[in-house]
């Protein structure tokens, strides 16, 4: 995911340092090629050999250090850095950057590098909430450096409130969402609908399908990770949303539709991937309900059709991409309704076939176009999700 990219992290003198050594980790893991510089304050949290063991590399921490790798040391990482994070950002290091001083080697690399800044603010929520702190976390912004908001909770000198520094894996996700992928998306507008629906039969129970929503979590985040704005319709799931999208949740096929609908004129591509149950009880007499023994032996209705709605009603432009999922006929099935729905691409795949469908981490799907047919082999649905919007991408 970061193989081939340099993530510089910087870490000054928080007791969420701490939380610094997880995140170079996970960094580490995902194929980056992680550098650390320290402020001295910040060896007095957490050892610089930490690092160092983590990373594989030296944490710099003195500018005039003359045992160092590169010929000027501030200069070339400065260069070398795909991605700079500072984390934890104490008030003091934030107020430096805002201003422009450069009296370490943290704030020296910062001030001559172009790379993408992300600050992730870590304080007491008096200081945090400063207007003085606030002033200098708006003077970064406006010079184009990203903040990360810090969470809200019980911090290490026991007040409570805005000012902890965010758990590594949302750290992680910043990251990734500043460089991992080529911005290819960036200025398309996608609308992705994913999870299961419901329809309710009576106060207690509902009819629904076992959709885990997971192809639809997948291809947001592709969107997003591809620089995508991104808004996911979700029937309710077990999964975290990704971040940087707007979710919007539903509950009923009903719901979906008209989440959709009221959004799909400003989309530039729309992915339905969402397992939308096809049927709702019928409406019928209070008393026929009354008498009824069973879900079953109540009438049933078709639910509103999302795809045959954004078919007839699809703009100049705008791409729309199906999912059939069958049980047999697989490709005849799907081009029929590839064509009957006015879709510019539908993927297929067999329930029957093991590692695709519901519920699992994979999948195997067909991409049908009017033109084409492509086959993929079994794959994680992250890397489906790539797959997929290459295939758009090519189309569009």
Known sequence: MLENKTVLLGVTGGIAAYKSASLASMLVKAGADVR??????ATNFIHPITFETLTGHKCVID??????????????????????????????????????????????????????????????????????????IALLRKYGMEIITPASGRLACGDTGAGKMPEPEVLFEHIIHCCAYEKDMKGMKV?????????????????????????????????????????????????????????????????????????SAEMDIIIKAAAVADYRPAHVADEKMKKADSGLSIPLERTDDILKYL????????????FSMETQNMLENSKKKLEKKNLDMIVANNLKVAGAGFETNTNIVTIITPDSVTELPIMEKDEVAFRLLDAILERR
């Open 36 to 41: 650390v510089i320290m402020t001295e304050h």
């Open 63 to 136: 500018t005039f250090d003359r045992n160092f790798e590169f010929h000027v040391e501030h200069v070339a990482l400065a260069q070398k850095a795909d991605v700079i994070i500072v984390a934890p950002a104490t008030a003091n290091v934030i107020a430096k950057l805002a201003h422009g001083l450069a009296d370490d080697m943290l704030t020296t690399t910062i001030l001559a590098s172009k790379a993408p800044k992300l600050i992730a603010p870590a304080m007491n929520t008096g200081m945090y909430e400063n207007p003085v702190t606030q002033d200098n």
């Open 191 to 263: 609308l992705v609908t994913a999870g299961p629906t419901q329809e309710a039969i009576d106060p207690v129970r509902y009819i629904t399908n076992h959709s885990s929503g997971k192809m639809g979590y997948s291809i947001a985040r592709a969107c997003m990770l591809r620089g995508a704005d991104v808004t996911l319709v979700t029937g309710k799931t077990a999964l975290k949303p990704p971040m940087f999208t707007d979710v919007v949740p539903v509950l009923s096929a009903r719901d979906m539709y008209e989440a959709v609908t009221s959004r």
């Open 311 to 322: 078919g007839e009603n699809k703009k100049p432009g705008q791409f729309l991409c199906g």
